[in-house]
């Protein structure tokens, strides 16, 4: 009578095994990289459409520096004072100098 000795197959076991947790790591990763990059392509739009609105609000106060001058403008103020008012230059008898 022969004895048999019964092998067991753990080694086939262990690099399944091994398997399974390179590949779980890989796909972790491969999901993590594609997030990030989903985020920094996010990112980079909205950075694009801030740097437009920041251009925009930029020419708004160049176009709103240019009406506040007109309107500042002592030509203006004397025409609206004469013609809106009625206002007339006082003649040399009506000014008052006050020490």
Same mark, same amino acid.
């Given at each position: 009578?022969?004895? %048999?000795?019964?092998?067991?197959? +753990?080694? =086939?076991?262990? &690099? ?11 796909? *972790?990763? @491969? ?5 990030? %990059?989903? +985020?920094? !392509?996010?990112? =980079?739009?909205? &950075?694009? /459409? ?9 020419? @708004?106060?160049? +176009?709103? /520096?240019?009406?506040?001058? *007109? @309107?500042? *403008?002592?030509? %203006? ?10 206002? !007339? ?7 008052? !100098? &006050?020490?």
């Amino acid at each position: 009578m022969m004895v %048999r000795k019964i092998r067991k197959n +753990n080694g =086939g076991v262990k &690099i399944t095994g091994i398997w399974i947790i390179l590949m779980v790591v890989f796909i *972790s990763e @491969l999901f993590l990289y594609t997030w990030c %990059r989903v +985020n920094c !392509i996010g990112v =980079g739009y909205d &950075i694009s /459409k801030e740097t437009k609105k920041q251009q925009e609000l930029i020419a @708004l106060q160049t +176009n709103l /520096k240019i009406e506040l001058a *007109s @309107l500042k *403008s002592p030509e %203006r103020i004397a025409k609206i004072a004469k013609d809106q008012l009625g206002l !007339i230059v006082p003649s040399k008898g009506q000014t008052i !100098i &006050i020490p």
